[in-house]
């Protein structure tokens, strides 16, 4: 194992590298098809999720958001068949990138996108919702504890190996109280909450020694840099959820986040210059989680500017995702993606 463990290949460069794929190629692909996949679910879920909390905040109805609502649906779906076909055909490869030291922690993206799905129909079916809740939490409690044990009992992690996408398993424990307070399930949303707030201090304490004091991250894990936000700004909304005010514990979540916000903002030009890797997902879900806080943080408090600012995020993150989707889909048509490391 290498320490610049990959998300995905290099993308080719060569002519007969767009050639039709012969089946045994498309099997290939399936193999290496990447768990990760399912961060363009949160993606396209917290862009689905802010704009929901726009027309909230606004009174309004954009008659957009249903369609944001069947596309994140369609997506999930389409992912799910595919990567339940590599757990039937591949099941080795699956094995294997539960023992990656960097493609574990993206495993918990599926359970996340269950959370955030129950979050998207909260409202309109509650009764869906209720169901993607349970399977999801059920999932992440599942998804949590392996990768603690992988973490705890490992033969082959190192220092290198760590990255900010070790945070995933923690924040998908933290978005669980967002649906489940109002389906009903408070102490239950208190237990997942408490354990994503547990495992951010001393993971954000492992991640700052890693790029303060080792070599830097490769250039394709860059952009997880972004997910730093996601836990402050979703175990906002989640404390909020919970407790039903702004107290003293909820600023510091918030501030949190939006210090890791301006703090990445201001290396724009640095991010501008990396190459594109599903990786790049990691600036989706962050970004409207933070989006979302902002908006909220307006509503509890009555300050207009957090407004302003979180329909600024807003109006971003919705160019950032039509990006996303179309690199990926290039990527997709030129064989980047899902090939051998």
């Known amino acids: 194992m290498t320490t610049q463990a990959t998300l995905t290949a290099d993308m080719p460069q060569s002519a007969a590298a767009k050639a039709p794929p012969t089946s045994a190629e498309s099997g290939k692909r399936l193999e290496h098809f990447p768990a990760a996949f399912f961060a363009m679910v949160m993606g396209f879920a917290g862009l689905t999720i802010a704009w929901e909390k726009a027309e909230a905040v606004l009174r309004a109805d954009f008659p957009f958001v249903p369609w944001l609502i069947g596309a994140t649906t369609l997506l999930f779906a389409g992912l799910a068949l595919i990567y339940a076909a590599k757990i039937l ?53 599942g998804f949590t504890l392996f990768v603690i044990n992988s973490w705890i009992h490992h033969e082959h992690f190192q220092i290198l190996h760590m990255n900010p996408a070790w945070f995933i398993p923690a924040v998908g424990n933290v978005l669980v109280p967002v649906a489940g307070v109002p389906l009903g399930y408070e102490l239950t949303s208190w237990f997942f909450f408490s354990i994503g ?8 304490t492992i991640v700052f020694n890693r790029v303060l004091f080792h ?3 490769p250039e394709r894990l860059m952009p997880t840099l972004f997910i ?10 989640a404390y909020v959820r919970l407790t039903g005010g702004v107290d003293v514990f909820a600023q510091f979540l918030y501030f949190s986040a939006l210090f ?53 995020v807003l109006t971003m993150l919705s160019g950032i995702v039509v990006l996303l989707l179309v690199q990926t889909v290039r990527a997709v048509g030129t064989r980047g993606i899902c090939m051998p490391e």
């Open 89 to 141: 055909l591949h099941p080795g490869a699956v094995r294997a990138e539960l023992r990656h030291p960097v493609r574990l922690n993206f495993m918990p993206t599926i359970a996340i996108s269950l959370l955030l799905l129950a979050i998207v129909y909260l409202h309109t079916a509650p009764a869906a919702s209720q169901w993607l809740w349970i399977t999801g939490a059920a999932l992440q409690l």
């Open 197 to 204: 707030i547990l495992l951010w201090p001393v993971l954000l």
């Open 215 to 217: 070599q830097p991250l």
């Open 228 to 237: 730093l936000i996601a836990p402050p700004a979703v175990g906002f909304i």
């Open 260 to 312: 890791f916000t301006l703090m990445l903002t201001t290396q724009v030009t640095r991010f501008l210059r990396i190459r594109f890797y599903l990786s790049w997902w990691a600036y989706s879900f962050p970004l409207a989680a933070m989006s979302i806080a902002s908006m909220l943080m307006a509503e509890t408090t009555g300050n207009v500017g957090f407004l302003y600012f979180g329909f600024g």
